[in-house]
């Protein structure tokens, strides 16, 4: 949507060519690439209400870590300027509210900035926002500082940052939708207007002497997945979501075949390949088309052992979720992972089977096994697994002996909102005192995080 002083029409922006392509999931062709090509694919943020730290991987979303640290830019820095200002339209942002946060939690908005205040100030307010977990009020400020007039248009790598915090702060607080229809502003990323091409002003006679180089998207590339994610949601089309993947999948098969490409550029644009194929994994899984997810994830199958136990677990996940256990018992049968993993999977499948007694005694093996920091989710989804086998008083005692002990993560609070729903009249009271109890732990801990009521079911 360009706002009225916007001197470019962004709905007059050329598209590139659609490229014909076999897809981000074939091998990397260039056999120098032989020794990178199975990178550690990125970890998702875990988004299951009962789900272990195995059922992260099978479904990343983007996030602040988009939740997802952002892919390192490479190439030539941006030749031409952009300019953005379509893009600081007051009408592109949703107003946020926070009739949402419980009362506790709700903490004032901060105000927008000022023509005297200046933008590294603002970005000290948002990264002090971020690191206490206060994903709504981030949210607020980050539209706020670019609609104020302090961003500069043509201070791409601002906007691109503002417009990361923003997208990922939303779906972060409970508000994708909203995130969807705001990065539809952002219009069609695969146009001319969001490459720098580098042989522009090449004169003919150097299209002998120096080989032909691919055209720079100027956009963040971790940025990028997100937005067009958000855009497939926003325009209630997944397919789209799924083909301009795989376009952004031919470009960097492009990039990994130039010359021009550095080693360093292609061990990166190698990676950015097999991430790109778990987004189309992903996106699959969103659409519903779980068959055509498990073949995907089976043509990126890592050659070495490294990488393998993580590809595997996901698959196991993916077959899990399809029905089909008994692909999904040969592949932890024909696998191999650590011990704790093991007895993760293991627990996940017995749950899936309907052995929730032997799931119990998986988990509670795995409890006396785990790494600390790991200790409160086994602890979490042993609980699931007593609820199952129908033993609601210990699976609730267990929950609340987390939170005793100053534990508040979202699927532990759901859960525990769950047994309460389950167990008593008065669910409502029993949830406004888990709420008052967190926040007291909070203060007394010097801790902050933010929660919306869906964090207690509310």
Same mark, same amino acid.
């Given at each position: 949507m360009a706002s009225a002083h916007h001197s470019r029409k962004p709905s007059g922006r050329a598209s590139l060519p659609r490229r014909t392509t076999k897809g981000p999931l074939d091998a990397v062709d260039d056999p120098s690439l032989a020794s990178s090509r199975h990178s550690p694919l990125p970890q998702p943020p875990q988004d299951e209400a009962s789900g272990s730290t195995a059922q992260q991987s099978a479904n990343p979303q983007p996030s602040i870590q988009h939740a997802q640290q952002p892919s390192v830019q490479v190439g030539e820095p941006i030749k031409e300027e952009r300019e953005l200002s379509f893009l600081f339209d007051t009408s592109?942002?949703?107003?946020?509210?926070?009739?949402? +946060?419980?009362?506790?939690?709700?903490?004032?908005?901060?105000?927008?900035?000022?023509?005297?205040?200046? +933008?590294?100030?603002?970005?000290?307010?948002?990264?002090?926002?971020?690191?206490?977990?206060?994903?709504?009020?981030?949210?607020?400020?980050a539209g706020s500082i670019l609609t104020s007039g302090t961003v500069r248009?043509?201070?791409?790598?601002?906007?691109?940052?503002?417009?990361?915090?923003?997208?990922?702060?939303?779906?972060?607080?409970?508000?994708?939708?909203?995130?969807?229809?705001?990065?539809?502003?952002?219009?069609?990323?695969?146009?001319? #207007?969001?490459y720098d091409d580098p042989n522009v002003d090449?004169?003919?006679?150097?299209?002998?002497?120096?080989?032909?180089?691919?055209?720079?998207?100027?956009?963040? #590339?971790?940025?990028?997945?997100?937005?067009?994610r958000l855009q497939s949601i926003g325009f209630s089309d997944p397919r789209r979501g799924v083909s301009t993947l795989y376009d952004t999948a031919f470009e960097c098969r492009e990039h990994l075949s130039t010359p021009s490409t550095t080693p360093e550029q292609r061990v990166l644009w190698t990676e950015r390949l097999h991430e790109v194929s778990i987004w189309v994994v992903n996106a699959l899984i969103e659409m519903g088309d779980l068959d055509c997810a498990a073949r995907t994830l089976e043509t990126i199958k890592p050659g070495n052992s490294e990488h393998r136990a993580l590809w595997t677990s996901r698959m196991i996940l993916v077959r899990i979720k399809m029905g089909d256990m008994a692909k999904a018992h040969k592949l932890m049968k024909?696998?191999?992972?650590?011990?704790?993993?093991?007895?993760?999977?293991?627990?996940?499948?017995? +749950?899936?089977?309907?052995?929730?007694?032997?799931?119990?005694?998986a988990l509670s093996k795995s409890?006396?096994?785990?790494?600390?920091?790991?200790?409160?989710?086994?602890?979490?989804?042993?609980?699931?697994?007593?609820?199952?086998?129908?033993e609601v008083p210990k699976?609730?005692?267990?929950l609340e002996e987390l939170i005793n002990d100053g534990h508040?993560?979202?699927?532990?609070?759901?859960?525990?909102?769950?047994?309460?729903?389950?167990?008593?009249?008065?669910?409502?009271?029993?949830?406004?005192?888990?709420?008052?109890?967190?926040?007291?732990?909070?203060?007394?801990?010097?801790?902050?995080?933010?929660?919306?009521?869906?964090?207690?079911?509310m």
């Amino acid at each position: 949507m360009a706002s009225a002083h916007h001197s470019r029409k962004p709905s007059g922006r050329a598209s590139l060519p659609r490229r014909t392509t076999k897809g981000p999931l074939d091998a990397v062709d260039d056999p120098s690439l032989a020794s990178s090509r199975h990178s550690p694919l990125p970890q998702p943020p875990q988004d299951e209400a009962s789900g272990s730290t195995a059922q992260q991987s099978a479904n990343p979303q983007p996030s602040i870590q988009h939740a997802q640290q952002p892919s390192v830019q490479v190439g030539e820095p941006i030749k031409e300027e952009r300019e953005l200002s379509f893009l600081f339209d007051t009408s592109i942002y949703h107003p946020l509210s926070q009739l949402e +946060v419980p009362g506790p939690f709700r903490k004032p908005f901060l105000p927008p900035p000022t023509n005297e205040t200046s +933008v590294a100030r603002s970005l000290e307010q948002l990264d002090a926002l971020l690191s206490q977990c206060e994903f709504l009020r981030a949210a607020h400020l980050a539209g706020s500082i670019l609609t104020s007039g302090t961003v500069r248009p043509t201070d791409s790598k601002t906007v691109f940052r503002l417009l990361a915090v923003r997208y990922s702060c939303l779906e972060l607080s409970g508000n994708l939708l909203l995130a969807a229809q705001e990065a539809k502003a952002l219009e069609d990323l695969s146009s001319a #207007f969001y490459y720098d091409d580098p042989n522009v002003d090449k004169a003919e006679d150097d299209e002998v002497l120096q080989p032909h180089r691919v055209p720079h998207h100027i956009m963040p #590339f971790s940025l990028r997945l997100q937005a067009l994610r958000l855009q497939s949601i926003g325009f209630s089309d997944p397919r789209r979501g799924v083909s301009t993947l795989y376009d952004t999948a031919f470009e960097c098969r492009e990039h990994l075949s130039t010359p021009s490409t550095t080693p360093e550029q292609r061990v990166l644009w190698t990676e950015r390949l097999h991430e790109v194929s778990i987004w189309v994994v992903n996106a699959l899984i969103e659409m519903g088309d779980l068959d055509c997810a498990a073949r995907t994830l089976e043509t990126i199958k890592p050659g070495n052992s490294e990488h393998r136990a993580l590809w595997t677990s996901r698959m196991i996940l993916v077959r899990i979720k399809m029905g089909d256990m008994a692909k999904a018992h040969k592949l932890m049968k024909d696998s191999e992972f650590t011990p704790e993993d093991k007895l993760a999977l293991e627990s996940l499948l017995a +749950v899936a089977d309907g052995r929730y007694k032997e799931a119990s005694e998986a988990l509670s093996k795995s409890e006396a096994k785990a790494d600390p920091s790991m200790t409160a989710l086994v602890k979490q989804n042993l609980a699931v697994a007593y609820l199952y086998q129908g033993e609601v008083p210990k699976a609730k005692s267990l929950l609340e002996e987390l939170i005793n002990d100053g534990h508040s993560f979202q699927t532990l609070t759901i859960n525990l909102a769950t047994i309460y729903d389950l167990t008593s009249d008065r669910s409502r009271d029993l949830k406004m005192s888990m709420i008052s109890q967190i926040a007291g732990l909070q203060k007394d801990q010097g801790q902050s995080r933010a929660f919306v009521n869906a964090d207690f079911k509310m």
